[in-house]
Nanobody, 115 residues
Framework: QDQLVESGGGLVQPGGSLRLSCAAS????????MGWYRQAPGKQRELVAR???????NYADSVKGRFTISRDNAKNTVYLQMNSLKSEDTAVYYC?????????WGQGTQVTVSS
């Protein structure tokens, strides 16, 4: 399995911004889609945003207009710019990739939105 390394989580006040990054290790497998999921305490893991290799994106309704996903194919890296953060965005955020060798998950990074 490929390794996904996330960074950029932390504590932010409501209305603030954070940028998450996720880098995939070099691999013999080709990466198709990449994305971000999140899991809040007591809730199921849910899709936040995903992006194809060509740059097509889709977002959860709850983050549309506030979050932006992007990727750098040369670096096998995906980003999530999160603006206008709300308390309900508090969760562990997981990076995900779909490759010719199967799906991979990061270890998760905590995002806490609180005053």
């Amino acid at each position: 399995q490929d390794q996904l390394v996330e960074s950029g989580g932390g504590l932010v006040q409501p209305g603030g911004s954070l940028r998450l990054s996720c880098a995939a290790s070099r691999s013999v497998f080709s990466i198709y889609d990449m994305g971000w999921y999140r899991q809040a305490p007591g809730k199921q893991r849910e899709l936040v945003a995903r992006i194809t290799r060509r740059g097509n994106t889709n977002y959860a309704d709850s983050v549309k207009g506030r979050f932006t996903i992007s990727r750098d194919n040369a670096k096998n890296t995906v980003y999530l710019q999160m603006n206008s953060l709300k308390s309900e965005d508090t969760a562990v955020y997981y990076c995900w990739s779909s490759t010719t060798g199967g799906d991979n998950w990061g270890q998760g990074t905590q995002v806490t939105v609180s005053s």
